[in-house]
T-cell receptor, first 114, second 117 residues
C-alpha cells in the first residue's frame, strides 16, 4: 500500500507563476515531511522540510504547507523559474518509531516554460 | 564541506554475480541510509546504519546486506544478482544530533547505476 502519494505525475507552469505540488499520506505516525528535487541520474537534493508541530515553513521561494487533519502537504514555488524544472518527491518519516527511514511518493515532474 | 560520495557511479554485472557499493557520508554525519530507485517501484528504503549497527531495514530479501565502518563509511552488498536488481542505488547521510530520535535531514549522494545483464 502506498503510504505517500503524489497524484499528479506532471505539472506544467509558466515562468514567473506559482507552482503548487501536492502530496497525500495515510500513516498517522508520520511526523516529519520533506521535499526533494531530482534531476535524472543524480541523487535527490533536499529543498525544505516541516515538522508535524507546524503547519507552514518558508525558505526563500519555497513554502511547504501541512494540513494534518487532511493528511495533506503541498509545496509552493513562487516565482517559478525554468531551472526549477525537475522531478519533485515528497517524503515522510515516523521519527519516533522508525528513525531515519523515509517513505517517498512517486514524484511529480515539474516543467517551467520560459 | 564535501557532499555524500558514492563509488562506483556505474556498474554492469551479470545475473548470479555479487556486487559491493560504497558510500562516504558528509563529514560528521553518523547515519547512513540506502535506497533503491526503479521506474516501477520508485524510491524504496533498503536499510539504515548508525554507529556501525543496522537500525532499520526495509522490505528487501536477504540478498541485500550492508555494513558501516567506524569512520561512518558504509557499503552495501547484493548477492546472486537478478535482472530486477537493475536500479539506481542511493546513499543518504544525516547528522543524528539527537541520538535515537532522528530529527535530521538526509542528504543524498549521486547514486550508483547498476545494470544487471
Amino acid at each position: 500500500d502506498q503510504q505517500v502519494k503524489q497524484n499528479s505525475p506532471s505539472l506544467s507552469v509558466q515562468e514567473g507563476r506559482i507552482s503548487i505540488l501536492n502530496c497525500d499520506y495515510t500513516n498517522s505516525m508520520f511526523d516529519y515531511f520533506l521535499w526533494y528535487k531530482k534531476y535524472p541520474a543524480e541523487g535527490p537534493t533536499f529543498l525544505i522540510s516541516i515538522s508535524s508541530i507546524k503547519d507552514k515553513n518558508e525558505d526563500g521561494r519555497f513554502t511547504v504547507f501541512l494540513n494534518k487533519s487532511a493528511k495533506h502537504l503541498s509545496l509552493h514555488i513562487v516565482p517559478s523559474q525554468p531551472g526549477d524544472s525537475a522531478v519533485y518527491f515528497c517524503a515522510a518519516s515516523a521519527r519516533r518509531n522508525a528513525g531515519n527511514m523515509l517513505t517517498f511518493g512517486g514524484g511529480t515532474r515539474l516543467m517551467v516554460k520560459p | 564541506k564535501a557532499g555524500v560520495t558514492q563509488t562506483p557511479r556505474y556498474l554492469i554485472k551479470t545475473r548470479g554475480q555479487q556486487v559491493t557499493l560504497s558510500c562516504s557520508p558528509i563529514s560528521g554525519h553518523r547515519s547512513v541510509s540506502w535506497y533503491q530507485q526503479t521506474p516501477g517501484q520508485g524510491l524504496q528504503f533498503l536499510f539504515e546504519y548508525f554507529s556501525e549497527t543496522q537500525r532499520n531495514k526495509g522490505n528487501f530479501p536477504g540478498r541485500f546486506s550492508g555494513r558501516q565502518f567506524s569512520n561512518s563509511r558504509s557499503e552495501m552488498n547484493v548477492s546472486t544478482l537478478e535482472l530486477g536488481d537493475s536500479a539506481l542505488y542511493l546513499c543518504a547521510s544525516s547528522l543524528v544530533v539527537a541520538g535515537v530520535s532522528s530529527t535530521d535531514t538526509q542528504y543524498f549522494g549521486p547514486g550508483t547505476r547498476l545494470t544487471v545483464l
